[in-house]
Each structure stands twice: as C-alpha cells, then as structure tokens.
C-alpha cells in the first residue's frame, strides 16, 4: 500500500514544500497518471502535482488505483491557508462538509453530507510539525494549529490537509480570533471581494472568513486588500515554512530508513479517539488535548458545522423539534472517525462554553441516542 500526497503547481504554498520534499534523496519519476499531471516516487510514497485549484481534483485515490493498480493507504494535501488572524501559521486538518444539505452546492469543494475518513496521523503529526517548527525557528512566529473540519475534494481514504498562510485582519493570534468569532464563516470569493472594489481587481481562489461586516467591509473600503494579498503570499512563500512541512511529511512517513509516524495499527495502546465538537475552527479547548503525548484525534466539528435552529428553546419551551443539520454532521464525522480508526473508541470532546444551554443539552441527549461517550480532557490521555 502507498501514501498519496497531492500538491498544485498553481498554488505556492502547496507546490514550494513538494518541490522540498522532492529535493530529498530517492525520489524517481513516477508512471503515467494523466497527461496534465506529473508523478513521483520513492518507497511506499507516491507525489501527485497538478495545476488545478487543489479541492478541484476529486477521488485521485481512486483513480492512482484504477491507474497504477497500487492500493492508497492514505492522502495527504499541501495547500495554502487564510484567516482573520495577524500571524503566520502552519496547520493540519481532516475535511468534509457534513453540515451541508442535500442540493447545497459546497463553495470549495466535497459533497453535501460527506466526510471524509480523518487521517489517524493528524494528532501525532500535528506534534512532530510543532517540534520540527521550533527547531527550524518558525516558533513563536508561525502559529501551530489544528483546524476544523472544512472543504473538499472527494476523497476515500483517510485524509489529512497541510497548510501553510497567514491574513493579515483584526485580532491577537488564531486562537483568539477562534475563541472571539465562533460565529459560521462564510466563503468569499475573491473574484467578489476585489470586485467590490474594483471589476478590474478580480482574483481567482477563493478563502474563508468569520461572518464579521466591519472587517469585511474595512477591508473593502480602505483599500487594503491589495496590500493584504500582496503580504499573504509572501508567507505562502517562504521557504523555511516548505521546508518544515517537507520534513514533516519525511519524517511522518518514515522515508530514509526512518519509522513513520501515527501508525494507527502499530501504534494503538491508547484506544481513544477524540471527536471534537463545537468551538471556533482553530478549536482551542479541542487542541489543549491534542497537543498532549499520544493522543488520536478525528473529525472536529466548528460551531459553524452544527447549524442549529432555536425554534424557541432559548425560552424554555421543551419537548421542540431543533431544526437544522447538527444531527447529521455529527452522524457523518462519527461514522468517518470510527471507520478510519478501527477498533478504537470514538470519544467526543465538547467545548462547553462555546454553546447555549439548549443547543448543549440537545447535543448530550443526541450524543447519548448514538451511544457515542463524553470525554473530559484526562480521559485521553
């Protein structure tokens, strides 16, 4: 079985850390996959690059097997990030829009409903990329994190995005802004955006913000989002931030004679899996657990990901139907966390605070239908 990692051309922070990971010593030409994509190999790794928009290009683990007859193990994603935030950051994070409604058409990606199997690595990896960060100097100036559950492409094994961005908009780090703006983020497009300002300026891409009018229309009005674009990619293209996330993945999988990393199946003595659920989408109380020594983590689901409908609970009323398509997102990121971790058990770590007393009580009650566990933090480790 192989790891499939997938990198764009278009993109410089998801093609400048593939170029450094196949900087490294073993790589060979790859076979033919399809005419506009190129292929790379070495060990039990296979590089995928494209010039696509990297949630553009669905089910490639499918087809690298239909194509090549090697069975994919897991995914793995280089790609750039955005955020109200006014630091750099390097983050990991499990896709899927589990939250979306059937005929909703997902503005980066996936498919109403879907989640993606969570790659088991993450936890682990998100560990090793703080240590690796730090002995390269990018700590306390980049920013490490996990992120929520978000976006696409279509994928069927388990599945992990890495990703290096900054945004240069109101508030003190990423986990203050996600403890401050836990209400849903909405998708820009940047086409939009710029248009707002100029027709002329219109971008492609697209990237996330917190519902939040007053940055949003200060960023329009003042006119800077040229200088706000412009100082992005500068971290989208630093090169020291690629070489981490190359060495990451080097020494994640175990290239070079080394042992790989978050090796479920090897390295399972603590069975517990964290579901996180509720918070902001850089899910602070979530990470506080993580960042600890052998802890697994699965799907996290932001605020934004458990739409729910008051329908007069916060009066009092009892025994109300709550609309809204929380039930079937957390359904979804259970069942993806359980089939990518057999044999573990899925606890769900709830950020309290992030919710009213109705929605918490309802989320308990769904929770308990599922027979799915309430962890506290000393339960994972």
């Known amino acids: 079985m192989v790891a499939l990692l997938v990198a764009t051309s278009s993109d410089p922070a998801s093609i400048n850390p593939a170029n450094a990971l196949l900087a490294m010593p073993g790589w060979q030409p790859g076979p033919h996959f399809q005419d506009d994509m190129k292929s790379f190999v070495n060990e039990g790794v296979r590089v995928l690059l494209h010039g696509k928009s990297i949630v553009a290009e669905d089910d490639l683990d499918r087809r690298w097997e239909d194509v090549t007859g090697e069975v ?25 829009v589990p939250h979306l409604r059937e005929g909703d058409v997902p503005p980066q990606g996936g ?47 388990p599945t992990m995005f890495l990703e290096i961005g900054w945004f240069r908009g109101q508030g003190k780090s990423l986990l203050d802004c996600s403890k401050q703006m836990d209400s849903p983020p909405q998708t820009w497009t940047l086409h939009l955006l710029a248009s707002w300002k100029s027709p002329s300026s219109a971008l492609s891409g697209s990237f996330q913000l917190p ?20 100082s992005t990619e500068d971290y989208w293209k630093r090169q020291d931030a690629a070489q981490v996330m190359a060495q990451l993945v080097w020494e994640g999988l175990g290239l070079g004679g080394r042992t790989d990393v978050g090796n479920w199946s090897r390295e399972n003595d603590n069975k517990k899996i964290l579901l996180g659920i509720g918070g902001g989408h850089y899910a602070p109380r979530h990470m506080d657990v993580v960042l600890k020594d052998n802890v697994w983590v699965g ?17 009092g009323e009892t025994n109300v139907e709550i609309g809204g398509t929380w039930r079937e997102s957390i359904k979804a990121a259970y069942e993806a966390t359980k089939s990518a971790f057999p044999g573990g058990e899925i606890l769900a770590h709830l950020d309290h605070k992030s919710f009213k007393g109705w929605q918490r ?20 480790y």
């Open 361 to 380: 009580n309802a989320i308990t009650d769904f929770l308990a239908e599922l027979n799915i566990k309430i962890g506290k933090p000393n339960n994972f």
């Open 72 to 96: 994919v193990d897991e995914v793995i994603f280089f790609s750039k990030h955005t955020a109200v935030s006014n630091k750099p950051a390097l983050t990991v994070h499990p896709i899927g």
């Open 111 to 157: 498919r109403p409903g879907w989640a993606a199997l969570p790659n088991p690595r993450m936890g682990p990896w998100l560990r090793l990329l703080k240590n690796i960060a730090k002995a390269h100097n990018l700590v306390p100036e980049f920013e490490i994190t996990l992120e929520a559950t978000h976006h696409g492409p279509l994928t069927n094994k």
């Open 211 to 230: 519902e939040h009018p007053p940055l949003q229309s200060s960023l329009v009005a003042s006119g800077s989002l040229d200088q706000l674009l412009g």
């Open 299 to 315: 799907h996290l689901l932001s605020g934004y990901s458990l739409p729910m409908e008051d329908s007069n609970q916060s009066k």
